[in-house]
């Protein structure tokens, strides 16, 4: 199983980026996906999913209104659409993949999600 991760980089406040996370190795279609984000010196913290069906969303607050999930099950893939970036947003970003394909109240755990992505770096500059 691999998920590669990519699209991050440096980018002014304000501004946007697009990450989108390949999967291969398992049926993409039948899983959850998961966007997560760890700061340095902080622990991993959940950003966004998406249910396998793509009819299902959930937001951190802090994403909700400038970040947007999605999936394409034809290309294995999930994106995540990033507007109004701040500083703070600055951190290492994971896709992952959940085999309960289905949102639910443990989506935003780490614990819930099976494989996970080797992380794309962003860097929001003030």
């Known amino acids: 199983v691999q998920l590669q991760a990519s699209g991050g980089g440096l980018v002014q406040a304000g501004g946007s980026l697009r990450l989108s996370c390949v999967a291969s190795g398992i049926t993409f279609s039948d899983y959850a996906m998961g966007w997560f984000r760890q700061a340095p010196g902080k622990e991993r913290e959940f950003v966004a999913a998406?249910?396998?069906?793509?009819?299902?969303?959930y937001y951190t607050d802090s994403a909700k209104g400038r970040f947007t999930i999605s999936r394409d099950n034809a290309k294995n893939t999930v994106y995540l659409q990033m507007n109004s970036l701040k500083p703070e947003d600055t951190a290492v970003y994971y896709c992952?993949?959940?085999?309960?394909?289905?949102?639910?109240?443990?989506?935003?755990?780490?614990?819930?999600?099976?494989?996970w992505g080797q992380g794309t770096l962003v860097t929001v500059s003030s």
């Open positions: 992952a993949a959940d085999t309960y394909g289905v949102l639910g109240t443990s989506s935003s755990f780490v614990r819930e999600y099976d494989y």
């Open positions: 998406i249910s396998w069906g793509r009819d299902l969303t």
